[in-house]
């Protein structure tokens, strides 16, 4: 495959247009004697896309209105959409992740195929003219059924000649915006649920107001438990405070959520009679902690007959669960 980069220009020239047919989804198909200002892709030995099952080929970047863009072709049709016996044909921005959040590019989008026997062009547009919206839910427009796969094959409609055709793009950007804010939520189906114990050793002898857990990994996230053994805010002196928090909030991408399902327990390690307390929570840079400053009271606690303490060592227990991930645009 040959491809053959073409300089962009900065205004749209007027062209002899001899129309075909209108799409009944919103798209016009008519022929022109102007190749494409901005990129085309000449192939080469098409059947063997076919024969080699190549489901999708990408063009290489190139530039048109100050952002960078590719051609995406199917041979045999956008599988994802359940397209057959058609090529689709689009035009996708490139490297989004580099634009700003909120970006909004508004553009005029045609899309080519040579007949090379006429040697004219198949261009595909919008009905109306209008410009294309691309932002970071749709990095993409194009036509689905472009052209059927018979009409295409059939040498004597000249859009596959000696199994060569030329494909190519123009694309006009008329708008930019940056909304600057947005959100994605993913929530998690079956979610895992992880667990993990921490043995608190020497609890009497506790003078610090926290002591931290080792950090677990839930959720691809990282953890950990909390522990104010005298009591934090309503709690002081009077009970124990429990709380999981966030270990890794410091790196979370700005407006970012977690929404997690959790357990705190300490384990009643004679009758198995544990106290525990559950919670959802959406835990972020700014919230990432949630719990319990009256847990437990310190009175039940100490007793011998709450299996709380023995030997004075408490076993404190966490299970938590990744239920949904909110990320900004």
Same mark, same amino acid.
């Given at each position: 495959?040959? &491809?053959?980069?073409?300089?962009?220009?900065?205004?749209?020239?007027?062209?002899?247009?001899?129309?075909?047919? $209108?799409?009944? *989804?919103?798209?016009?198909?008519?022929?022109?004697?102007?190749?494409?200002?901005?990129?085309?892709?000449?192939?080469?030995? %098409?059947?063997?896309?076919?024969?080699?099952?190549?489901?999708?080929?990408?063009s290489?970047? %190139?530039?048109?209105?100050?952002?960078?863009?590719?051609?995406?072709? !199917?041979?045999?049709?956008?599988?994802?959409?359940?397209?057959?016996?058609?090529?689709?044909?689009?035009?996708?921005?490139?490297?989004?992740?580099?634009?700003c959040?909120?970006?909004?590019? !508004?553009?005029?989008?045609?899309?080519?195929? &040579? $007949?090379?026997?006429?040697?004219?062009?198949?261009?595909?547009?919008?009905?109306? =003219?209008?410009?294309?919206?691309?932002?970071?839910?749709?990095?993409?427009?194009?036509? *689905?059924?472009?052209?059927?796969?018979?009409?295409?094959? $059939?040498?004597?409609?000249?859009?596959?000649?000696? *199994?060569?055709?030329?494909? =190519?793009?123009?694309? #006009?950007?008329?708008?930019e915006?940056?909304?600057?804010? =947005?959100?994605?939520?993913?929530?998690?189906?079956?979610?895992?649920?992880?667990?993990?114990?921490?043995?608190?050793?020497?609890?009497?002898k506790?003078?610090?107001?926290?002591?931290?857990?080792?950090?677990?990994?839930? =959720?691809?996230?990282?953890?950990?438990?909390?522990?104010?053994?005298?009591?934090r805010? @309503?709690g002081?002196?009077?009970?124990?405070?429990?709380? @999981?928090?966030?270990?890794?909030?410091?790196?979370?991408?700005?407006?970012?959520?977690?929404?997690?399902?959790?357990? &705190?327990?300490?384990? $009643?390690?004679?009758?198995?009679?544990?106290?525990?307390?559950?919670?959802? !929570?959406w #835990?972020?840079?700014?919230?990432?902690?949630?719990?319990?400053?009256?847990?437990?009271?310190?009175?039940?606690?100490?007793?011998?007959?709450?299996?709380?303490?023995?030997?004075?060592?408490?076993?404190?227990?966490?299970?938590?669960?990744?239920?949904?991930?909110?990320?900004?645009?």
């Amino acid at each position: 495959m040959k &491809l053959i980069g073409v300089t962009c220009i900065s205004t749209i020239q007027q062209i002899a247009m001899d129309r075909i047919f $209108d799409d009944k *989804d919103g798209i016009i198909r008519y022929s022109s004697d102007a190749p494409p200002t901005h990129y085309t892709v000449k192939m080469q030995s %098409f059947s063997l896309l076919l024969k080699n099952a190549v489901e999708k080929y990408e063009s290489g970047e %190139f530039e048109a209105g100050g952002y960078k863009w590719k051609l995406v072709l !199917y041979p045999s049709g956008n599988k994802s959409k359940n397209v057959k016996e058609h090529i689709s044909l689009c035009l996708v921005i490139a490297d989004a992740s580099a634009l700003c959040r909120g970006w909004e590019v !508004y553009a005029v989008v045609r899309l080519f195929l &040579l $007949d090379q026997k006429k040697d004219k062009y198949l261009i595909v547009q919008d009905a109306l =003219g209008r410009e294309r919206r691309f932002h970071g839910l749709k990095l993409e427009w194009g036509c *689905d059924q472009y052209i059927p796969l018979t009409v295409f094959n $059939d040498a004597s409609n000249g859009y596959l000649v000696e *199994d060569s055709c030329v494909f =190519g793009a123009e694309v #006009f950007v008329c708008k930019e915006t940056i909304t600057g804010k =947005g959100e994605c939520l993913s929530m998690i189906k079956d979610a895992p649920t992880c667990k993990h114990v921490w043995k608190v050793e020497g609890f009497s002898k506790l003078n610090e107001e926290c002591y931290e857990s080792k950090v677990f990994i839930a =959720g691809d996230h990282k953890w950990k438990i909390q522990l104010y053994p005298k009591g934090r805010r @309503l709690g002081t002196g009077t009970h124990c405070s429990l709380y @999981l928090a966030l270990a890794d909030f410091t790196t979370l991408v700005p407006g970012s959520k977690i929404y997690a399902e959790f357990t &705190l327990r300490i384990l $009643d390690q004679v009758q198995a009679k544990h106290i525990g307390g559950k919670a959802k !929570y959406w #835990f972020s840079a700014s919230q990432q902690q949630y719990g319990w400053p009256r847990f437990m009271s310190l009175t039940y606690l100490n007793l011998p007959s709450a299996g709380c303490l023995v030997k004075d060592a408490c076993l404190v227990e966490a299970e938590v669960t990744v239920l949904g991930i909110s990320s900004a645009l």
